[in-house]
T-cell receptor, first 115, second 111 residues
């Protein structure tokens, strides 16, 4: 079956540091890949996505590239802010357009940014 | 103008009780989902409905029964609550393979 493996947290960085959160996946077909972010006390928000190999998703200074050869979708940001403190989830989705496109999530990585 | 709204936000109840969580989306999406997030933040899908039809039914105890009265609503009823049901339950919706939008979650605590 499908699975997503994320780097273990928690991750603590100083403001303006470079961020990488590793994510690798196992899938039987050609999944779409996502990063979701969960701020304290809130639901999940889509951060970025990529739907095919070599696609790069980007949003709010975060980037991730769909690497089929290494089955990876690592999240990066060049200069983190205190407001980036949250839990980050890597996820994949397979299926048609008719309700069976379930998301398979990684375990989440808690990120804390220190001023 | 909340897109996916769940009620209640918090639910504290005793073991053995029956409770319901409601979800509504105003995005015009045709598919809705329930996910469970455990104490370690791990998220797992429970159910999905497309146009009121059950599509995904993961290995979930039959004490959990989803109901979709129309495309904009997906409710979750839980019978005979157990300690292990304590979690945050998230509703989500999507349309034709687009990314899923999540509600803010319902934190269920069983005493």
């Amino acid at each position: 079956g499908n699975s997503v493996t994320q780097m273990e947290g928690p991750v603590t960085l100083s403001e303006e540091a470079f961020l990488t959160i590793n994510c690798t996946y196992t899938a039987t077909g050609y999944p779409s890949l996502f990063w979701y972010v969960q701020y304290p006390g809130e639901g999940l928000q889509l951060l970025l996505k990529a739907t095919k190999a070599d696609d790069k998703g980007s949003n709010k200074g975060f980037e991730a590239t769909y690497r089929k050869e290494t089955t990876s979708f690592h999240l990066e940001k060049g200069s983190v802010q205190v407001s980036d403190s949250a839990v980050y989830f890597c996820a994949l989705s397979e299926g048609s357009n008719f309700g069976n496109e379930k998301l398979t999530f990684g375990t989440g990585t808690r990120l804390t940014i220190i001023p | 103008d909340t897109a996916v709204s769940q009620t209640p936000k918090y639910l504290v109840t005793q073991m053995g009780n029956d409770k319901s969580i409601k979800c509504e989306q105003n995005l015009g999406h045709d598919t809705m989902y329930w996910y469970k997030q455990d104490s370690k933040k791990f998220l797992k899908i429970m159910f999905s409905y497309n146009n009121k039809e059950l599509i995904i039914n993961e290995t979930v105890p039959n004490r959990f029964s989803p109901k979709s009265p129309d495309k904009a609503h997906l409710n979750l009823h839980i019978n005979s609550l157990e300690l292990g049901d304590s979690a945050v339950y998230f509703c989500a919706s999507s349309h034709r393979g687009q990314p899923q939008h999540f509600g803010d979650g319902t934190r269920l605590s069983i005493l």
